[in-house]
């Protein structure tokens, strides 16, 4: 009787000997077709990534949020960890002695994102009240009306060229309102597509992402932490972009003087809400914060003796920060105080406390929110000293000599009191999965 096995062997052997060109050639054929068809894969275009974001905010025209500025890396200035101003695309700067002239050389190499070469020529800024000289190939040449040592940081800003191309790997689109308001905002790579869809107010990009309309949500206020957890994931983080103060309209009758002020200051037990302790208007990480300024530990009895007569006042704020306003009135509250709160969407023309959300800026220049002559003075007042200090810091070139003025205007600012800073507020980013958090960081 015949081995099965060798049955088996032999019917094999049979078969390859019988087809064995036919074999080879239908392997051969598969590899060819295998390696040409990778071939062509490579070369065709790959199916973009496309990621919907929602941001809360409102931006005008040429505004973009930080983050955004940040990502896409296309100015001539970047601002490093300490709010200092780096070479970005360009590789150097010169500011003549006057103070009056910034030069800036353009690294070599530098390509549009259609992939011509730059040229200085094709840059298009504009800049009120600045005269803005191209020197081809490589110089840009700013001529300021007057000496202003924050010009540096105002040139964190993407450079574009006539066609609204950016330098380097991205394209940005932007959507406009009739009113000028930015309503969404594209930036395209050559692997992805990111549309910033921007909200008015938290509630509504949250609503947004419910409705599936987004699948990521940047720096919402942590009121609505609780209820997004049953939609998404979530990341915490501090916001030390913004620092949340109660600010005194020192034209009112009833805070005009600093005793007042110091007298609220000293009545709050809690000022900080269960938030990252701030201390000043500048950012902590900052080359100008200063750590050592006045504070106002709560001390009941100073506010007896420095509050003479019962005083009635209005605390106005942002739905977001309601249930932190509605926590001051509460702890002011006395036979000698008396607290209302009113909610608002922007700031009021009138007000006498308004708690709001400031936004830092990237240089510590902070003329326009507290000098007296500006009309953008938050809290109206006219301090001689914190005029002067913010004159002069705005003038001086010298690092260390800045340095020590905006120390003086933190340790005054702290004294006169036009606010009392609270607390870096923390914020949270929502997503559907946990790979959309580094959207934004990745590059």
Do not use: C
């Amino acid at each position: 009787m015949t081995n099965p096995f060798r049955e088996n062997i032999w019917f094999i052997k049979g078969f390859f000997k019988k087809y064995s060109l036919q074999i080879l050639v239908s392997v051969g054929v598969t590899i060819v077709l295998a390696l040409v068809g990778n071939f062509i894969l490579a070369k065709l275009p790959k199916a973009k990534a496309s990621y919907r974001i929602g941001i809360v905010g409102q931006f005008g025209s040429g505004q973009l949020p930080p983050y955004i500025i940040n990502f896409l890396n296309a100015g001539l200035v970047t601002m490093n960890s300490k709010h200092e101003p780096q070479p970005g695309l360009a590789e150097k700067w010169e500011v003549s002695e006057d103070g009056k002239i910034y030069t800036f050389y353009l690294k070599p190499g530098l390509k549009w994102y259609t992939g011509e070469n730059v040229k200085a020529s094709d840059v298009k800024i504009s800049i009120p009240n600045i005269t803005i000289e191209t020197i081809d190939p490589n110089i840009i040449r700013f001529h300021i009306p007057t000496k202003f040592s924050p010009f540096l940081s105002l040139l964190n800003i993407p450079l574009l060229n006539a066609n609204g191309k950016l330098i380097g790997d991205y394209d940005i689109h932007l959507k406009q309102k009739t009113s000028g308001v930015i309503s969404q905002i594209t930036v395209d790579t050559s692997d992805r597509t990111m549309v910033f869809n921007v909200f008015p107010t938290a509630k509504q990009a949250i609503t947004a992402f419910k409705l599936g309309q987004v699948d990521l949500v940047l720096n919402l206020p942590t009121d609505y932490l609780s209820d997004a957890r049953q939609f998404g994931k979530t990341k915490t983080e501090i916001d030390f972009n913004h620092v949340v103060t109660l600010i005194f309209n020192q034209q009112d009758p009833n805070l005009k003087e600093k005793t007042i002020r110091q007298a609220l200051a000293y009545s709050l037990k809690d000022k900080i809400f269960g938030q990252t302790e701030a201390l000043t208007t500048i950012s902590p990480s900052s080359w100008a914060f200063n750590p050592l300024v006045k504070t106002y530990p709560y001390n009941p009895q100073k506010t007896k003796d420095l509050v003479k007569s019962p005083v009635s006042l209005e605390l106005a704020t942002t739905p977001e920060l309601l249930n932190i306003a509605e926590n001051i009135r509460n702890q002011l509250t006395s036979d000698q105080i008396t607290i209302n709160t009113k909610v608002v969407t922007s700031t009021p023309e009138q007000f006498q406390l308004l708690l709001t959300n400031y936004l830092i800026p990237a240089d510590p220049d902070q003329y326009r929110d507290w000098h007296s002559t500006q009309t953008t003075n938050i809290g109206r007042g006219a301090d001689e000293k914190i005029d002067k200090l913010l004159e002069d810091g705005r003038i001086t070139q010298d690092s260390k000599e800045r340095k020590r003025i905006y120390f003086d205007f933190q340790k005054t600012f702290s004294e006169e009191l036009p606010a009392l800073v609270l607390f870096q507020p923390s914020v949270f980013n929502l997503a559907r999965k946990d790979a959309y958090f580094n959207i934004i960081s990745s590059n």
